[in-house]
């Protein structure tokens, strides 16, 4: 066995710990072959050599985020630290003033965090159309809405245009209270949410006075030709042919659109398909138009996002073998019995 000691002299121990230890339980989680102490500003690694090598290498690139980023919450610890993927370590690490998207309030820097949100920005910028497919916590509307907003601020567009159909989700529209405007605007928030971190309130607030930015359901799109205007369909896994095929046709000249979905989030009734997954298929190979496809490694919200994203995935796996197996089942039943 080998011992080795590593010394934070460069950062806050406690940033690099965590409140409660909780970083240093997750690494010793990700590193169960050592034995792994903290005493004041030192780490004690004793295990194989190979584990403690494997290990200063990832403490080191801790250890280089913090010293260039200050402060560093358990979702990031837990991402470069379990960084299989090279590129979304890299991203974490090389962070270059270019890469800034948009500079909000109070000196917030928004950025892509992930190398599929980076894949977006670049898509973005080369065509004028682009899907983002994934799940919960990926960044799809947060990244496209700074992409927008950073139009907008460098005069790339007169304006923002932000939709999402007004699909129920187990709730019924009817029974809220309110106009039809206060009945829409909760479905609307995460796009509200996204555009409060970026824009000073009262900026915001003249924007919307004056529409530059527009925030509605996509029913109201229907007759419109959207031009020298940003846009974003949001939720886009709950329209069906005939609404993404109407959204897709009102983009006009000098317009830049992005539509984002999570397949696995499908709130439409039974008896209808919905539309976004028949728009990729027929659209992603033409020229203009872009697909990235962004999966749990892209999770930038609470780590147990991924573990729980996860656990859907596995159950959804064994639930599709399931059904494979039993079709087989009656299908033999069935050549059993016309043999017979």
Not at 1 to 8: A, F, G, P, V, Y
Not at 212 to 221: D, G, N, Q, V
């Amino acid at each position: 066995m080998t011992e080795s000691i590593i010394n934070l002299e460069t950062v806050n121990p406690i940033d690099f710990f965590g409140v409660n230890n909780g970083k240093l339980d997750i690494l010793k989680k990700k590193f169960p072959l050592l034995k792994i102490l903290s005493r004041g500003t030192q780490i004690k690694l004793s295990g194989a050599p190979e584990h403690i090598d494997a290990a200063k290498e990832k403490i080191e690139l801790l250890v280089q985020y913090l010293e260039r980023n200050g402060q560093m919450s358990e979702n990031y610890f837990e991402q470069i630290l379990g960084g299989d993927d090279e590129k979304s370590v890299d991203n974490f690490l090389d962070r270059n003033p270019n890469d800034v998207l948009v500079f909000g309030p109070n000196g917030k820097t928004v950025r892509a965090r992930t190398a599929n949100q980076k894949m977006m920005v670049n898509a973005c910028d080369k065509n004028d159309i682009v899907f983002a497919i994934g799940p919960a916590g990926t960044g799809k509307t947060y990244t496209a809405v700074a992409l927008a907003v950073r139009a907008l601020k460098n005069k790339l567009v007169k304006k923002i245009i932000l939709t999402r159909p007004a699909v129920e989700a187990g709730e019924s529209l009817g029974f809220l209270p309110g106009d039809l405007k206060e009945k829409i605007d909760p479905y609307l928030r995460p796009l509200y949410d996204a555009l409060d971190d970026m824009i000073p309130a009262d900026k915001l607030g003249y924007y919307m006075s004056t529409r530059t930015i527009e925030i509605a359901p996509l029913a109201y799109m229907r007759g419109r030709t959207l031009d020298n205007a940003f846009i974003i369909l949001d939720e886009a896994q709950n329209t069906n042919d005939l609404q993404i095929k109407m959204f897709l046709t009102r983009i006009g000249p000098n317009a830049k659109a992005i539509i984002t979905g999570d397949p696995t989030q499908v709130d439409l009734p039974k008896n209808q398909q919905s539309g976004l997954f028949k728009a990729t298929r027929l659209l992603k190979n033409i020229d203009g138009i872009s697909y990235i496809e962004l999966g749990e490694e892209d999770v930038v919200r609470h780590r147990l996002v991924k573990a729980i994203i996860k656990a859907y995935n596995k159950e959804d796996e064994k639930n599709s073998k399931e059904n494979k197996q039993h079709e087989a089942n009656k299908l033999d039943d069935k050549n059993n019995k016309s043999g017979q």
